[in-house]
C-alpha cells in the first residue's frame, strides 16, 4: 500500500528535527522573569518594568517628585497573569519625575493649489521623563487628588428700583446705535478681496479687515510692521513684507505684473 505525503510531511520526512536544535532555538523564558506592567499614563498604554525610563506627555509634578498611577490593566510575573477589568484593584506602578523636556519637532505644512496659499508651522510636544521605581500587585493605596478649594459665593447684590424716563430720552440711543451698523456694512461692501495677495488666507483677510485694513490701497500704504502687529495674534509665522507691493499693483490693476510677482516668491516671501 502506498501513502501519499503532503510537502510539509515529506520535509519532516527527509529532515527530522534534532533534541539539541529544539533546546537551542526554544528557550525557557520563564527562568529569569522580569515583572512588568501595562498601565495607562496621561492618555496613553505603555509596558513597563522596573528601572525603566519613559517618556510620557508632560505631568503637573515637578522634577525629583514621586508619582503613583493606579490604572494598571495587566500585571505579568513570569508564567502569572492578571487581568483586569478594567483595572486591577490594588495594583500599583510608582515612578520619579526625572525631568521635563520637549519632543522633536514635527513639520505642519498646508498649501492650496492656485490659491497662493503656504503655510508652515512647527510643533514640539511638551513630554515628561520618568523612571519606574516599583511595581506593586495588591495592596496600595489609591493616589488623592488634590481637591480644588471652594469659590467663595458672591454676595447678592442690592436691588435698585430703576427710575422711569421719559419717552423722548429712550429714542436718541437707538439713533446713536443704528448709525456704527450702517459704517460696518459699507465697509464690508467696499472691502477688496485680499485673500488675492500671496500669504494671505481667509483668517488673516478677517483680521487684517477688522484692523482696518480693507482694501489693496489700504494694505499698500500699510507698513509691514504695522501688518505684523494686526495680524498677530494669528496662528503661524508669517511675514508680511511683500504685501504692502502686491497690494499696490493689484490696486493699480496689473494682474500680469502681479502674477509674475508671485511667481517669484515662496508663500509671500522673497
Known amino acids: 500500500m502506498v501513502k501519499h505525503l503532503s510537502f510539509t510531511e515529506l520535509l519532516v520526512y527527509l529532515h527530522p528535527p534534532s533534541n539539541e536544535g529544539l533546546i537551542r532555538i526554544k528557550p525557557n523564558y520563564y527562568n529569569n522573569a522580569i515583572m512588568y ?48 477589568a478594567p483595572a486591577i484593584d490594588g495594583a500599583q506602578v510608582g515612578a520619579k519625575v526625572l525631568r521635563h523636556l520637549k519632543g522633536d519637532k514635527v513639520i505642519v505644512f498646508k498649501k492650496k493649489r492656485r490659491k497662493g496659499y503656504k503655510v508652515k508651522n512647527g510643533h514640539r510636544q511638551a513630554l515628561t521623563e520618568i523612571q519606574i521605581e516599583k511595581i506593586l500587585a495588591s495592596g496600595a493605596k489609591k493616589a488623592t487628588k488634590a481637591k480644588a478649594e471652594p469659590k467663595p459665593k458672591a454676595k447678592p447684590e442690592p ?20 448709525k456704527p451698523a450702517t459704517k460696518k456694512t459699507t465697509s464690508k461692501a467696499k472691502a477688496d478681496d485680499l485673500k488675492k495677495i500671496e500669504g494671505i488666507g481667509p483668517k488673516i483677510a478677517s483680521t487684517l479687515v477688522d484692523g482696518g485694513i480693507a482694501t489693496f490701497v489700504d494694505l499698500a500704504k500699510a507698513k509691514p510692521a504695522e501688518i505684523s502687529e494686526i495680524i498677530a495674534g494669528v496662528r503661524g509665522n508669517h511675514v508680511p513684507d511683500t504685501w504692502p507691493e502686491q497690494a499696490k499693483l493689484a490696486a493699480d490693476g496689473k494682474w500680469d505684473e502681479l502674477k509674475a510677482l508671485q511667481d517669484k516668491l515662496d508663500g509671500g516671501k522673497k
Open 37 to 84: 506592567a501595562i498601565v495607562e499614563i496621561a492618555g496613553q498604554q505603555f509596558k513597563v518594568e522596573k528601572d525603566q525610563k519613559v517618556f510620557v506627555h508632560r505631568l503637573k509634578e515637578d522634577e525629583g517628585k514621586k508619582v503613583a498611577f493606579d490604572n494598571v490593566l495587566l500585571l505579568g510575573d513570569g508564567e502569572k497573569f492578571t487581568i483586569g
Open 159 to 178: 436691588k435698585v428700583e430703576a427710575k422711569k424716563a421719559a419717552p423722548a430720552k429712550k429714542a436718541e440711543p437707538k439713533k446713536a446705535a443704528a
